[in-house]
């Protein structure tokens, strides 16, 4: 958030506006590598944090339930109509509030509860919301989970084909919130007819790269495709549904009435103008870049002898396994933040570590790829990655990175802080 442009936070709640003046400021100087995390255009913070924010406008565009709607549905038609053209779809819902919620409302449209879910396993690489115990998803539905091959970390597709015959599943989910490679949604739809089973398709880390052509699009192939529109789709922090024809109204009424009241419009305007961004040449060369600069970053981690899960990437996600490193992934994670890179510990397949301490860390290239890092960029993070990793006791080492890094993100400036 540029400050110059809201001297009235200053003047009105000057806490506030320190706290939001110090987290621009740690934008600007770390290298941010949670792969779920990005930077908007200022055109996109424009739009959310309208005016657009102080209107109630429960319901869908021309059947509204309160007057002075005019604007407000001329804007979700826009988002919609973008929607539809960057993905290729049949149909748009933009008012979900984020991913989760958006999972959710495809179970409650298309599903009675009890009904059994194929989800991919967290610890593999899936979402909380595809059917982990502690969710909704995974208290109100039955669920088999799928998982990765221990040898090579791929998806085991004869696995996943032999549990949706085992378990005649009613829905079966694709997609993941840490796994670095292309997802063959063309076999997850043959295993779902094969079924009877719905697909859905999470495609939240992916969007970006769908819409830039970097990766397959699994919309031709789902029968719904839920994405957030922030992460690699450099978004407001939102959710949105794709699907066919013939769930268009069984998901229009999951998400309102059915689960959510009046949607953000500020949030849709945003979205409106990230999609009109997804839509221009200069954003398919961004997609290519996010990938290229993962794969680079990848190899020269392999040259500093990191075991990567699955040995590359193929998107923009990275995960390391650092039981050959001798650290925890929370050790490594902290160590790193305080070098100036931010990333996160996470869990690796068939970790032998608990979950609030795990043996990985996950790392990703779309922050910093819209920043205009490219190759050498990536050479001097790996290397910068193994000195830390390599001593993550070492303050001295530690302040001297992040002061490296700070300068390296002086030459990159940050679109919108």
């Not at 298309?110 to 969710?135: A, C, F, N, R, Y």
């Not at 295993?191 to 699994?218: F, K, N």
């Not at 839920?226 to 407001?236: E, I, Q």
């Amino acid at each position: 958030m540029n400050l110059n442009l809201h001297p009235a936070l200053r003047v009105t709640d000057p806490e506030t506006a320190r706290l939001i003046a110090s987290e621009a400021d740690r934008q600007r100087t770390v290298l941010r590598l949670i792969p779920s995390e990005n930077y908007v255009s200022d055109a996109v913070l424009a739009a959310t944090g309208s005016c657009l924010t102080n209107k109630y406008s429960e319901g869908y565009a021309g059947k509204r339930y309160y007057q002075g709607q005019a604007f407000i549905d001329e804007i979700e038609r826009l988002a919609i109509a973008r929607a539809k053209a960057v993905f290729g779809a049949d149909h748009a819902n933009v008012q979900p509030y984020s991913g989760s919620p958006a999972n959710l409302a495809v179970y409650f449209g298309l599903l009675e509860q009890g009904d059994t879910i194929l989800g991919m396993s967290l610890p593999h690489g899936g979402h909380l919301t595809h059917g982990w115990g502690v969710t909704i998803s995974g208290k109100h539905y039955k669920v088999a989970r799928y998982g990765v091959r221990p040898d090579d970390h791929r998806i085991d597709l004869d696995e996943v084909r032999r549990l949706a015959r085992e378990h005649k599943p009613r829905l079966i989910v694709c997609g993941a919130s840490a796994y670095p490679r292309i997802i063959d949604f063309a076999a997850f739809a043959e295993i779902a007819r094969e079924v009877g089973a719905y697909l859905l398709a999470d495609m939240a880390h992916i969007s970006g790269l769908v819409a830039g052509g970097a990766h397959p699009s699994p919309v031709p192939y789902a029968d719904v495709v839920s994405t957030t529109t922030h992460k690699t789709l450099r978004g407001p922090r939102g959710g949105m549904l794709l699907c066919r024809a013939e769930h268009a109204a069984a998901i229009d009424r999951a998400v309102f009435p059915g689960l959510q009241g009046g949607p953000h419009n500020h949030t849709t305007a945003a979205i409106a103008v990230a999609l009109h961004e997804a839509s221009a040449p200069a954003f398919r060369d961004y997609a290519h870049a996010v990938v290229a600069n993962a794969r680079t970053l990848a190899d020269r981690l392999l040259g500093h002898g990191f075991t990567l899960v699955s040995g590359g990437t193929d998107n923009h996600l990275i995960l390391i396994d650092l039981n050959n490193k001798g650290v925890s992934g929370k050790i490594a994670a902290a160590a790193l933040e305080r070098a100036g890179i931010v990333c996160n510990a996470n869990s690796v397949p068939f970790d032998p570590r608990k979950p609030f301490d795990p043996s990985g860390i996950r790392i990703g290239t779309p922050a910093i790829t819209t920043r205009g890092m490219g190759a050498a960029e990536m050479t001097r993070l790996g290397d910068w990655i193994a000195a830390v990793v390599g001593a993550p006791d070492d303050a001295g080492l530690h302040t001297r990175i992040a002061a490296e890094i700070s300068e390296l993100c002086a030459g990159f400036p940050a679109p919108g802080v």
